[in-house]
């Protein structure tokens, strides 16, 4: 099952697989890259500031084969002596540990990036369990090390065994050479035979990153049934957010109608739409579309404007304009200014005869709507005669 799990995996990880690895401390690494960079940080910074080494380290060898009497019988001057020794030491050390530490971090940076993570360190049965451990050394990836481990060893050794060949005679005048000369000469071919060593760990990093780069990746490849999984958790259940979108259209349709018996008149079809307005000279620019709808919804504007009192005009044309062109909200368009404002007027005047008497207005019959408004009068020209 495992295999075919494996098999399965044909996708590579997104980007929240990706970033969930790194949370748990699962970034790419080679060991040989940090083993190079390291080596080559030593020489280069014992090359550098090995006269600031060598300066303070025969200092400390000067004062360290040098004793007084005193200081055999007063423990106080072992310690403070032995507490300068060290600080000189560490002062003496301290480019080439530099160095060491910012080519050791250097590694893994130029990897997988700076990363802290806690899970890392979390302690794990699994990394101690011997059949986990087994598993891996009989792994692909065992085999993968395995190999790698012997074709270093061959490379590295044989360099090596060159460079004592290509040095043999100097290491054999060694010992006719004065103190001075001998150490410089010693110097001069263990930093070579390091440099070679190095360019060794570099060929075989060279290798080893990208195999290390695919196998990270590899082990990180998804099935399509993992992606559309969690591409469910990320956008959410459809179902889930087919109730939600249908919730809040109820609630949406809810405010609407809530809406309906503050309107100053309903624009009806008269069967087919409906469209409430309302305006509020101090806080409207213009007419405002607070309810509409077609069919059945249109159906419960005009009963609950009937039941609250709301005027209901019947204007065909402008009642398709203003459902075509005006979302519940929104200010009538500009276009529509002219006609609608023929209607308020009748409102108004309607509203006047209502709590005053009088003369009833005349209800507006045959509004004019701009041509290309109603999309009920382009059909109607479209169709044959």
């Known amino acids: 099952m495992a295999e075919e799990n494996d098999e399965d995996k044909t996708e590579p990880a997104s980007e929240r697989r990706l970033q969930q690895a790194r949370e748990e401390g699962n970034v790419p690494q080679s060991r040989e890259l940090s083993t190079f960079l390291v080596m080559m940080a030593g020489v280069l910074g014992i090359w550098v500031s090995w006269r600031w080494m060598y300066d303070h380290l025969n200092g400390i060898l000067r004062s360290g084969l040098s004793l007084e009497r005193k200081a055999a019988f007063d423990h106080m001057v072992m310690i403070d002596t032995f507490r300068a020794i060290t600080g000189e030491a560490l002062l003496a050390l301290a480019p080439l540990l530099v160095a060491l530490v910012i080519a050791a971090v250097a590694a893994p940076v130029m990897l997988g990036g700076l990363l802290f993570s806690s899970k890392a360190v979390t302690p794990d049965l699994n990394r101690v369990n011997p059949l986990s451990g087994i598993k891996r050394v009989f792994s692909l990836h065992g085999l993968a090390e395995l190999v790698k481990g012997l074709l270093k060893s061959v490379l590295v050794g044989g360099v090596g065994a060159w460079v004592l060949w290509h040095y043999r005679f100097e290491l054999v005048g060694l010992s006719t050479m004065s103190l001075e000369s001998a150490s410089a000469e010693t110097g001069r071919i263990l930093l070579w035979a390091t440099l070679s060593l190095s360019s ?186």
Not at 204 to 211: E, G, K, R, T
Not at 251 to 271: H, L
Not at 336 to 351: F, G, K, P
């Open 200 to 385: 060794c760990l570099a060929v075989v990093a060279l290798v080893d990153v990208p195999f290390q780069l695919w196998r990270y990746y590899s082990q990180l490849k998804m099935s399509k049934q993992e992606l559309k999984q969690e591409m469910k958790e990320q956008d959410g259940d459809p179902q889930i957010k087919a109730q939600i979108r249908a919730r809040q259209r109820e609630m949406a349709r809810r405010r609407m109608m809530d809406a309906v018996p503050k309107a100053d008149v309903v624009v009806t079809n008269p069967t087919h739409f409906a469209v409430a307005l309302k305006y509020d000279s101090a806080r409207m620019g213009a007419p405002t579309v607070v309810a509409k709808g077609a069919d059945l919804v249109a159906h419960n504007i005009r009963e609950l404007a009937r039941t609250h009192g709301v005027p209901l005009l019947e204007a065909p044309p402008l009642a398709r304009a203003l459902f075509r062109h005006a979302e519940v909200g929104d200010q009538v368009p500009a276009a529509l200014y002219t006609a609608v404002a023929e209607v308020m007027a009748y409102v108004y005047q309607l509203n006047h005869f209502l709590s005053d008497g009088g003369l009833p207005p005349e209800q507006p019959h045959d509004i004019a709507i701009p041509v290309g408004m109603d999309p009920g009068a382009a059909s109607s020209a479209a169709q044959p005669a």
